[in-house]
């Protein structure tokens, strides 16, 4: 299974499949989108993290920056 169709699998909504080919199509690895191919982040969240990455703000492995921003995307998607 490729890693569109586990998106699908996992339940993923249209923009949020968009978002996760839109960061194959502009060049990031499986490790970078991982960072926000995540079912709790809405397609606009999963946007912002991947523009970051393709504009090269922050890096694919995990810094404790990133597990700070995903927190805050996270619980702000709770409010």
């Given at each position: 299974?490729?890693?569109?169709?586990?998106?699908?699998?996992?339940?993923?909504?249209?923009?949020?499949?968009?978002?996760?080919e839109e960061g194959f199509r502009h060049g990031l690895n499986g490790d970078q989108v991982d960072?926000?191919?995540?079912i709790d982040f809405d397609h606009l969240q999963m946007q912002e993290i991947?523009?970051?990455?393709?504009?090269g703000l922050v890096h694919w492995k995990k810094s404790e920056k990133q597990k700070r921003l995903i927190k805050i995307l996270r619980l702000q998607r709770q409010l």
């Open positions: 299974m490729d890693y569109i169709e586990e998106c699908k699998a996992k339940g993923f909504d249209n923009m949020q499949i968009h978002e996760v960072l926000y191919a995540d991947r523009l970051g990455l393709q504009d």
